[in-house]
């Protein structure tokens, strides 16, 4: 809850958003943080928490990927259950291990 809202501190106030990071990439999630921000600004923020949930939590799921991640943690789960019961091998779930001394160094991977 905002305490006091003044034109001051609507100048003042620094939001984080989505939209200009650098000048030639373009992240993912600005037109849904515009959406997002178009409807809370339509409906009021009062209202914005019911009307404007559907584009609120698209927002959120794209900056956070909390349900992608739970998903590929429950897919995991799944894959080692299977290998623990017989019905997969390891080597059908992981991929070979790298070897010894793989990595190299180069001007992305400093």
């Known amino acids: 809850m905002v305490i006091c809202r003044t034109w001051v501190t609507e100048i ?3 939001h984080p958003n989505n939209q200009f990071r ?3 990439y373009v992240p993912p999630c600005t037109e849904l943080e515009m959406n ?3 409807c809370i600004e339509a409906y009021g923020i ?3 928490h019911h009307m404007c949930q559907a584009y609120i939590n698209d927002f959120g799921e794209c900056v956070h990927h909390e349900m992608a991640m739970r998903r590929s943690q ?3 789960r799944e894959r080692v ?3 623990l019961k017989g019905k997969r091998k390891p080597s059908e ?3 070979p291990k790298p ?3 793989a990595y190299l160094p180069g001007p992305f991977n400093p």
């Open 12 to 14: 003042t106030s620094q």
């Open 22 to 24: 650098k000048r030639t």
């Open 36 to 38: 997002m921000v178009e």
């Open 46 to 48: 009062p209202a914005s």
């Open 74 to 76: 429950i897919m995991q």
């Open 81 to 83: 259950k299977q290998i």
């Open 93 to 95: 779930v992981f991929g």
């Open 99 to 101: 070897d010894p001394n």
